[in-house]
């Protein structure tokens, strides 16, 4: 007695059956919205003829600048410090290895979600001694209601397409089939900021020879949603 085989499973018929057609379409959304957060990088140095006194004025500056953005309170979210480094410099010229001087150098990154305070917090840090500052870079947090909100007009689009497809053939939607999501968000900086969003900072007045608060734009974000979506219709009358 020999053993039927066993019978594969036969992939479901891509394009529906006459008595059920099938609709495949793209709902796509592009939203512009305000930015959330905004993260600058600060990075201090410091420069000394021996390890130790690098160490010492790096450790000091270090200090500074954290106690410096650690009083904007609330308006700071994240505060982090990232690399350390001390570095000899040796010299040019002569034999051997002999070290001229050592270079220090740490990186903070700090988060603001309030933006008044951005300019001019960004300004006192760059008014310190050997620090430099990089960004602001304008984001969404990764769970902002704007990718919600991308991601369900995308599927309305998608439904309100095939609706409309439907609609040209003299028919309508009978069910859902399939919605595969194709990447639903891209947040990145895109164009300036709209009229309207301006920023601004108030003056720090500590000290008469205080540098003003640079007057900072704030860059719209671009939220991109894309789905596939299947479905049938009732068979259309084509005669």
Same mark, same amino acid.
Request: proline share 8%; hydrophobic share 40%.
């Given at each position: 007695?020999?053993?039927?085989?066993?019978?594969?499973?036969?992939?479901?018929?891509?394009?529906?059956?006459?008595?059920?057609?099938?609709?495949?379409?793209?709902?796509?959304?592009?939203?512009?919205?305000?930015?959330?957060? #905004?993260?600058?990088?600060?990075?201090? @140095?410091?420069?000394?003829?021996?390890? +130790?006194? /690098?160490?010492? $004025? *790096? &450790? %000091?500056?270090?200090?500074?600048?954290?106690?410096?953005?650690?009083?904007?309170?609330?308006?700071?979210?994240?505060?982090?410090?990232?690399?350390?480094?001390?570095?000899?410099?040796?010299?040019?010229?002569?034999?051997?290895?002999?070290?001229?001087?050592?270079?220090?150098?740490?990186?903070?990154? #700090?988060?603001?979600?309030?933006?008044? @305070?951005?300019?001019?917090?960004?300004? +006192?840090? /760059?008014?310190? $001694? *050997? &620090? %430099?500052?990089?960004?602001?870079?304008?984001?969404?947090?990764?769970?902002?209601?704007?990718?919600?909100?991308?991601?369900?007009?995308?599927?309305?689009?998608?439904?309100?397409?095939?609706?409309?497809?439907?609609?040209?053939?003299?028919?309508?939607?009978?069910?859902?089939?399939?919605?595969?999501?194709?990447?639903?968000?891209?947040?990145?900086?895109?164009?300036?900021?709209?009229?309207?969003?301006?920023?601004?900072?108030?003056?720090?007045?500590?000290?008469?020879?205080?540098?003003?608060?640079?007057?900072?734009?704030?860059?719209?974000?671009?939220?991109?949603?894309?789905?596939?979506?299947?479905?049938?219709?009732?068979?259309?009358?084509?005669?």
């Amino acid at each position: 007695m020999t053993t039927p085989p066993s019978e594969e499973p036969q992939p479901a018929v891509p394009y529906g059956t006459p008595d059920a057609p099938r609709i495949a379409v793209r709902g796509e959304a592009h939203l512009e919205v305000d930015p959330e957060i #905004a993260r600058i990088g600060v990075t201090v @140095a410091s420069r000394g003829k021996d390890r +130790r006194s /690098a160490l010492d $004025d *790096l &450790t %000091r500056r270090n200090t500074a600048a954290l106690d410096l953005i650690k009083t904007y309170g609330d308006a700071v979210e994240r505060l982090e410090t990232g690399s350390f480094s001390i570095t000899p410099q040796l010299k040019e010229h002569g034999r051997g290895e002999r070290i001229h001087a050592y270079h220090g150098r740490v990186h903070i990154t #700090a988060e603001l979600t309030d933006f008044t @305070a951005l300019g001019e917090l960004t300004t +006192r840090l /760059a008014d310190l $001694d *050997l &620090t %430099r500052v990089d960004g602001p870079w304008w984001a969404l947090r990764p769970d902002s209601p704007a990718h919600r909100q991308a991601r369900q007009q995308a599927v309305r689009e998608a439904v309100q397409r095939a609706r409309e497809y439907a609609e040209a053939l003299g028919t309508t939607l009978a069910a859902l089939v399939e919605l595969a999501d194709i990447g639903a968000e891209n947040a990145a900086p895109a164009y300036p900021a709209a009229s309207g969003s301006r920023m601004r900072s108030a003056a720090y007045a500590a000290e008469d020879t205080a540098a003003a608060p640079l007057d900072l734009e704030p860059q719209r974000q671009r939220v991109h949603a894309q789905v596939n979506a299947r479905f049938t219709m009732a068979p259309p009358q084509l005669s």
